[in-house]
Structure formats: C-alpha cells, structure tokens
C-alpha cells in the first residue's frame, strides 16, 4: 500500500463539538428520542436539500444525519423456506443491535391467498411488543425474467393490500413468467412486465394509496440472470422506487470451514451461467469478493458504470436470514391436512439440541445497513435510503462513519453520501472521511481493526448507448490511508481537485486480512477484495465496509 499511502491526515480524535459539527451518534439519536417513536429534528431542511440546492447555486450543505441500523432481507415461518417465528427474529435483531428490519417474505401462491395477511397481523403484534424497533412488512418479489427483489412500504392501512396486488398482477412465478434467456419468445414480454411492475408501484405511491414503497435487487449476480440491461430499465422505469441492489447478499456464514461442505461459497454463490443467464457475465462474476457481489466489489464494474452515468443507484447489505448457521432449531411437523399453500405459514420451529442446516446470520449480527436520517421513524429511514445516505460494514468493523465533501472556500458542512456537489473546473475540495472505531468485540469475540480506507474516483459521463454496458474504464482507486493502530474517532482530510468533467467519490475499506489486485487489474485497484477457497472462507477474517457515492458537478457540464 506504500505508494498509494496518503502522506498525511488531520487530528487523531475528535472532540465532543467537532463531532456534533460533523454528525450526530446513532446513541444520541436514539436518547433524544426518548421513547424511540418520537419524532424530532436533527438538523434545518429535508433529506432532499442537497441536491435541490445544488441546482440553485456552488457547493452544498447537508443536514447533520445520525445513523439507523437495518436490515432489509429477513424471513421467517411465512416463507416456504425459512424457520423462525417474527419474535425470534425480532429478539435476534435487538441483540444485535438494529434499530429497523424488513420481514421480507417469498411470494407464492400460499402466502398471496393466506400468508400476507396473518403475517400483517403479527407484524402489528411486533410493532406493538418491540418499540425500540421500526418493524416493516415486506416481499421478495420474484422478479419476471430475473432474480429476486426486496420490495416493502411504510406502515399504512393499504401497506398489506399494497404488497398482495402486486404479488399476485406482477410476480414472475406466480405468473409463469420466468423466461429470460436471450432471444426465447417469451423475454421481452417478461422483461417488460418487470418494468410495468415498478412503475405500478410508483403510481401507487404518487396517488397516496400508500405512502412510501422502495425496491432493491436482491443477491443480483448469485445467477447471472440480472442483466445490466434490466436493472437500468428498473431503475429508470421509477428511480424514486427501485433506488439499488444488494452489495453483499446474505448467506454469509455458507463458507465457514468444516460446515457446508468443500464447494461452498460465502453467500452461497455457487452456481455456474445457465441458458438464463445473460452471457455478457464472465465465470469469475459468479462467486463473492470478500463476501460482496461481483457488480460492486469490481472497481469499474457493473456498479461504478451505472454511477458513471451519473446516477445514484444504492448498495445495502443484509441477513437473507433464513436458517442460522450452528442453530438448533428444526421446523415443526405438519398437522394432518395442512401444508403451506393452504395456510401460507410453516408450523413453529421446535428444539432439538443439536446444530441444523444453515448458512445465515442472525439481523445485525454480521450484516449491517447503515443509513443516515435527521429525524427517526419508518418514513425517515425509507427517505434516508432513497436520498443514498448508506454505508455497509461486515463484521461490526466500524462503529460508525461521517462523510462530508465540500469546496474549501465554502463554510458550513458540504454534502454527504448520496448528495451532489456543483463546483466550478480547478476548485479546490476536501473530502472528510470521520471513522469510529469498533469499541467492543464482535458476536465471534473479535474486536475488529480497521487497516485502510480506499477513497475510488470514477468520471461521469452520461447515460450509456451500450444499455448492457458493465465497465467504467475511468473508475480507479486514487488515494488509500494506512490506519491500522489508529482508535476511537479520527478525521481523514483528503485533497480534491475538480478537473474537466464531473465525477463521483466513493469509499471502501477492509481489516486487511485478505486483498489482492482487484478484477481489472492493480493499476485500477490495488488492493481490492478477492474470492476465497472453496469451502474456506471464514467471514469473520476478512471484512469490509463500503459507503455510497457523493457526486461532483462541474458546472456547464
């Protein structure tokens, strides 16, 4: 890392005042709200200030933000496949320290006709009995002609009815419409409905038949079926809706030596391209890259060329919870008469003593979403997501992450992840990166270390005229900070220049356990993650985090 070391940064801790000045503790978020439904703010202006001011004038001012975190992938006894029961998983994702969750259940024709709505009962029964925690209601929409996606709304009378029209008018399995290889007669109808899909949602939203709905493309790479085509025709279809895609799926834990067996790979990505998949992927996109999918762990992959277009499109990270690796519970034995497509519900788990099957993680053990709000509530972390205000992290690595951009002959904050700043060419920028260290081990009894943060610098260029285009040549890794040993709160202050053309930031960091020259070569990434054996790739050795971007733009472009 020598040569791409950065030679210096600012203060080794923060005090109390510039930490208020940069943002606010996910804590003292959560002790101002007092009991955690109360609804207060944070800091002057909506989510959306940044990019309306943008507009209007040079540089930018976000709102102080506190973090919230989430889960957005987890199932139980209404999915055909999972265990748990919601208390279990609640109790889980409280012991782990989440403050929101998405019960994002499989559509099929049991839990469309019976499932959706006794799972609508619980969730109110769940909201009730766990009020420190925003608990949604969600779906895993199979998506026609593609994979899986987490589709979930804000609480509302409609929010159940909302997600059991859409399941039953628009779900590729339900439907049949599962075709999605290149040139079957079936495709382009399929993928087409997809479209008609988000767009339905988004109608649904502007007619206030429910007040928020977000869509993300779940484990996009683990089959290859999401093309880059597809997911740019999603997101432009309602980019208020589908705002991204999982950077990291769940299944995590599927790797752990000795557990699943000599071929497994974390997330269970173990598949090979299929006549479904779209054959511009090569075999190496199939597997995880310390634990994250292909089209974001590539440095001038698949993600950073839709960024380049200059578009937001948001990374999460989550559980996919449904079976927890070294547990010991078993699913209950069915009553005569009964099976899940005529109840939409397995029967309860039962206790045996003895380690199941599994390859998930508990909510929040592993797997976490962060995302910025000024204010707390279930709206608040949809807005907070929409607005890109995300950083991933495996492993409790850190405890928690600030980043502001802004020019330096401008007072006030900057923006921050998500947002947009316009600059004139030649103006002078600092990027301010404020790191938390993790303060307490993790659920493996590791307290993590945080060895090098990645600062990754790509040109915006527009929308692309290849729509299956999967590369941004001049996305690289440009600055790497060596902050191994370094502990509690710190500021990164890194220099930015504008050029000729607008651009966006992004940033990555990792323990430094496992890297290697990244997909594209070293000269793009030079320590980038990088899969591991076979049946060996223990998660807890080898963790990262990785923010959304702040865009640049250049004036007159």
């Known amino acids: 890392m020598t040569e791409q070391q950065l030679p210096s940064w600012a203060d080794p ?314 547990d010991t519970w078993a699913n209950g034995a069915w009553p005569d008469g009964q099976n899940f497509d005529n109840t939409g519900k397995l029967p309860d788990p039962v206790q045996t003593d003895s380690p199941q099957p599994g390859s998930d993680f508990w909510p929040g053990e592993f797997s976490r979403t962060h995302v910025g709000v000024t204010r707390y509530g279930y709206r608040e972390v949809m807005a907070g997501m929409r607005a890109g205000r995300v950083w991933v992290d495996h492993g409790h690595l850190l405890d928690g992450l600030d980043v502001r951009l802004k020019r330096d002959c401008d007072h006030g904050q900057g923006v921050t992840l998500g947002g947009r700043l316009r600059v004139r060419k030649g103006d002078r920028l600092t990027l301010n990166i404020t790191v938390t260290t993790a303060s307490r081990p993790n659920a493996q009894g590791i307290l993590p270390e945080l060895a090098h943060v990645d600062v990754i610098r790509g040109a915006v260029r527009g929308a692309v005229s290849d729509r299956d285009a999967w590369r941004a040549p001049d996305t690289k890794v440009v600055r790497t900070a060596d902050v191994g040993g370094r502990k509690g709160t710190y500021t990164l202050r890194i220099p930015v220049t504008a050029g000729d053309e607008s651009f966006y930031l992004r940033l990555r960091g990792s323990d430094g356990k496992r890297h290697g020259a990244g997909y594209l070569g070293a000269s793009v990434d030079p320590h980038g993650p990088i899969p591991h054996e076979p049946g060996n790739g223990d998660p807890w050795a080898d963790t990262w985090f990785y923010s959304n971007p702040i865009f640049v733009d250049l004036a007159g472009n």
């Open 13 to 326: 801790s923060v005090s109390p005042a510039d930490l208020d000045a940069q943002g606010v503790s996910r804590r003292q978020l959560l002790r101002r709200a007092g009991l955690f439904g109360a609804v207060f703010t944070l800091g002057a202006g909506p989510l959306a200030t940044s990019a309306s001011a943008a507009g209007r004038g040079y540089g930018g001012n976000d709102p102080r933000l506190a973090y919230l975190v989430g889960d957005h992938h987890v199932h139980s006894v209404y999915s055909h496949d999972a265990k748990y029961t919601f208390s279990q998983q609640a109790e889980a994702a409280a012991t782990y320290g989440l403050d929101w969750m998405v019960f994002n259940e499989h559509s099929n024709f049991g839990h469309a006709s019976y499932g959706a709505k006794s799972e609508h009962a619980e969730i109110l029964k769940a909201r009730a009995a766990n009020p420190r925690q925003l608990i949604f209601q969600g779906l895993e929409w199979y998506i026609p002609a593609a994979e899986h996606c987490t589709v979930f709304a804000a609480p509302g009378r409609n929010e159940v009815d909302l997600l059991t029209q859409f399941e039953l008018a628009y779900d590729g399995k339900l439907l049949g419409y599962t075709e999605g290889s290149a040139g079957a007669t079936d495709t382009a109808r399929n993928e087409a409905h997809a479209v008609k899909a988000v767009k339905w949602l988004a109608a649904q939203r502007r007619s206030g038949y429910v007040d928020d709905v977000l869509v993300l493309a779940n484990h996009p790479l683990r089959l290859g079926i999401d093309s880059p085509h597809e997911m740019r025709a999603w997101r432009d279809a309602a980019p208020e809706i589908m705002i991204g895609m999982e950077g990291a799926p769940g299944a995590q834990g599927a790797a752990l030596p000795g557990w699943r067996g000599a071929t497994s790979i974390r997330g269970e990505y173990e598949n090979k391209p299929s006549a479904q998949s779209w054959s511009g992927y090569p075999t190496d996109a199939y597997v995880t890259y310390g634990g994250f999918d292909w089209a974001t762990a590539t440095v001038g992959g698949l993600w950073d060329s839709m960024l380049a277009e200059g578009r937001l499109f948001s990374i999460t990270t989550n559980s996919d919870n449904h079976r927890t690796v070294y």
